[in-house]
């Protein structure tokens, strides 16, 4: 079974529809984030959560909200959705208290506004 | 800003070639930097990561080189194979005890390893 689970893994809908991405671990780790991947960009952090009651604006947190409904959930929404947030989106995991910082990712999920 | 600075974006080696992948950063104060490999459809996965007190890193075929005066790090593949084909990322984060976590990403560099 994958650690970090995202769903749904494809998603097409409207200009202005309101839209939630959800992730699920079972890592154990208390610390999660969303990404953006466009082509030629990277990775760009959104919003990133280092436990349940922290939640932090991220590079490019402005059409996003998030929620962190218990330590292995964190979702993503887009409140109304617009063309230039097609894209890929990541969710990850990492554990606090070591000396690393290996981000664990999820599959993404493939969102196309139209 | 960009302030991890990725090239090339594409690479094209032949097999058992040396695949060679150079990040700029401009923030003096990060203090951890790993390379993330993608394969198409997957999520980035962490490959190597180097602290800047060591000038390089090693792990079988991969090696990171890190040069902190010219805040450039690369990423070297000896013997490069066809399933070395991915996307890498370089990224770089502040590495405080128990604050880390905001990793920074460059841009990202497509390898094609021809056999």
């Known amino acids: 079974d994958a650690d970090v689970t995202q769903t749904p893994r494809n998603r097409i809908t409207k200009t202005g529809k309101r839209i939630m991405l959800e992730c699920s671990q079972t890592k154990g780790h208390d610390r999660m984030y969303w990404y953006r991947q466009d082509p030629g960009l990277g990775l760009q952090l959104i919003y990133y959560s280092f436990d349940v009651k922290d939640i932090n604006k991220g590079e490019i947190s402005d059409g996003y909200s998030v929620s962190r409904q218990a330590q292995a959930k964190f979702s993503l929404s887009l409140e109304s959705a617009i063309p230039n947030q097609t894209a890929l989106y990541f969710c990850?995991?990492?554990?606090?208290?070591?000396?690393?910082?290996?981000?664990?990712f999820g599959p993404g999920t493939r969102l196309t506004v139209l | 800003q960009q302030q991890v600075k990725q090239s090339p974006q594409s690479l094209i080696v032949q097999k058992g070639g040396i695949s060679i992948i150079n990040c700029a950063y401009e923030?003096?104060?990060?203090?951890?930097f790993p390379w993330y490999q993608q394969f198409p459809g997957k999520g980035p996965a962490l490959l190597i990561a180097i602290r800047p007190d060591v000038s390089e890193k090693k792990e079988g075929r991969f090696t990171i080189s890190f040069n902190k005066s010219a805040k450039q790090f690369s990423l070297h593949i000896m013997d490069s194979q066809p399933g070395d084909s991915a996307t890498y990322f370089c990224?770089?984060?502040?590495?405080?005890?128990?604050?880390?976590?905001?990793?920074?990403f460059g841009q990202g560099t497509e390898l094609s390893v021809k056999p």
């Open positions: 990224a770089a984060s502040r590495l405080i005890y128990n604050q880390g976590g905001k990793l920074i």
């Open positions: 923030n003096t104060a990060f203090d951890y």
């Open positions: 990850a995991t990492s554990t606090s208290g070591t000396y690393t910082d290996t981000q664990y």
